[in-house]
């Protein structure tokens, strides 16, 4: 499918592109996770992380051919938008900023609290609303000045908030005992179901990381290979950072919950080691930041380009840097606006049930792409026909069987609101022509 030219310019690489979904995915999560998944599974934890994996490998699978077919700006978003139109794009699109938005709110103040827990001061009303200003302008400025600039940012974000977890992995395998890691009885289906459920959102990222289509270099190899790297690495990773922390702190590890790694780091390193890993979190959690404002703003930008929304001025691209500037300025002030004063405790399940949403049309489009576009070289392909298409659909509505009776109801509205502005903006443009 030949591409758009959008006025942007193609960059990222294998490598770019790698440690964008890499910094997206390893979020705050893996720092407090592994506390929470050994008091369901102790140590058979790790049968756990291999299970979802596994899941979440066929859903990226579904985003690899996608990603090579379709390779504009834009992500899920713009999948969803060639496959099946507007309306779809629009719900898609809508989904995926205000999930953006949800989790912007929470790490940002997560960040902050970390700070406060250290120096007090970062947790009183104007030191945290100017330091959340500094974040999302700071975050703003640098993406504005260009693409290179802010995968500069990410990849060395990615390199930080790696080098702590893999000191602690190398060095860790000395306090290991292997008695912690022995596996008594196998989990239950019902337990690996409850434990595989959490640890689902601990892989969600790989939608925001392919946000940049439209500036990737030769998208049909590039995609299909950085994803394979993304998600080896966070699987891998995972597994080794659980056995480590199991091993080294016994059951003893269910009693951190706040800060499981810090604690495990305490015993390998000394005290230093749990000063090193708190500020791993803190560089984790902005280096997910900087990959939100690199990436989302790009979907408000798709959407004005395909006239999904009636914002011209979102598709304005800078003469200098070649950005989308003023969606990038207009994300990050949202994101500061959410983050400084919204209560979003209740959307927060809405939010999560959207990026299922959002996964599940692109997997249902990656078999309405097979049948309109046709197959050019060097797209990949996922092998086995509609078998992996169809079992990543499975798998989401599986998950989203686990949705109460309220918060289905509580999608469902949102659906529906989105349904009737969608559709009030139609009626708008066709009256103005």
């Not at 939100?292 to 914002?311: C, F, G, H, Q, S």
Request: some cysteine.
């Amino acid at each position: 499918m030949t591409p758009k030219d959008e006025g942007l310019i193609r960059t990222i690489g294998v490598f770019g592109l790698s440690a964008n979904i890499i910094n997206i995915i390893i979020g705050s999560g893996i720092f407090v996770l592994p506390a929470i998944i050994a008091g369901i599974m102790g140590a058979s934890s790790i049968f756990a992380y291999l299970f979802c994996g596994i899941l979440i490998a066929l859903i990226t699978l579904c985003f690899a051919e996608a990603g090579s077919k379709v390779t504009n700006t834009g992500g899920a978003y713009t999948y969803i938008e060639t496959a099946f139109g507007d309306y779809a794009g629009f719900i898609a699109g809508v989904f995926a900023v205000v999930s953006a938005f949800l989790s912007d709110a929470a790490v940002s103040n997560a960040l902050v609290n970390v700070l406060a827990s250290v120096y007090p001061a970062f947790g009183t009303g104007w030191m945290r609303l100017c330091f959340l200003f500094i974040i999302f302008s700071g975050l703003a400025f640098i993406n504005v000045l260009g693409i290179k600039q802010g995968m500069q940012f990410v990849k060395l974000n990615t390199v930080l908030k790696l080098v702590p977890l893999l000191l602690l992995v190398f060095f860790g395998w000395k306090n290991v005992s292997t008695f912690n890691l022995h596996i008594e009885t196998l989990p239950s289906l019902k337990d690996l179901g409850q434990t595989s459920l959490i640890l689902f959102f601990a892989f969600v990222g790989v939608e925001t990381g392919l946000i940049v289509g439209g500036e990737i270099t030769n998208p049909k190899r590039t995609v299909p290979r950085a994803i394979f790297i993304s998600i080896t690495t966070v699987v891998v990773l995972y597994v080794l950072v659980q056995m480590v922390s199991q091993g080294v702190l016994g059951n003893d590890l269910v009693s951190f919950k706040a800060a499981p790694l810090a604690e495990t780091a305490k015993v390998v390193f000394g005290p230093v080691g749990y000063i090193v890993l708190i500020v791993g979190a803190s560089i984790s959690m902005l280096g997910f930041l900087s990959g939100e404002v690199l990436n989302v703003p790009r979907i408000l930008y798709a959407l004005a380009r395909d006239k999904v929304i009636p914002i011209k001025a979102l598709t304005k691209i800078h003469k200098k840097y070649a950005t989308p500037y003023i969606a990038i300025i207009v994300y990050a002030l949202g994101g500061f606006i959410v983050a400084a004063t919204a209560s979003f405790e209740q959307l927060v399940v809405i939010a999560t049930s959207s990026i299922l949403i959002l996964y599940f049309g692109v997997a249902l489009s990656v078999i309405k792409l097979r049948r309109t576009h046709k197959t050019e070289k060097k797209e990949f392909k996922i092998p086995g026909g509609w078998t992996v298409p169809i079992l990543s659909m499975c798998i989401i509505l599986y998950f989203l069987s686990n949705l109460s009776k309220n918060e289905m109801i509580g999608t469902g509205i949102f659906i529906g609101v989105l349904t009737l502005i969608f559709f009030a903006i139609k009626f708008l443009k066709k009256k103005a022509v």
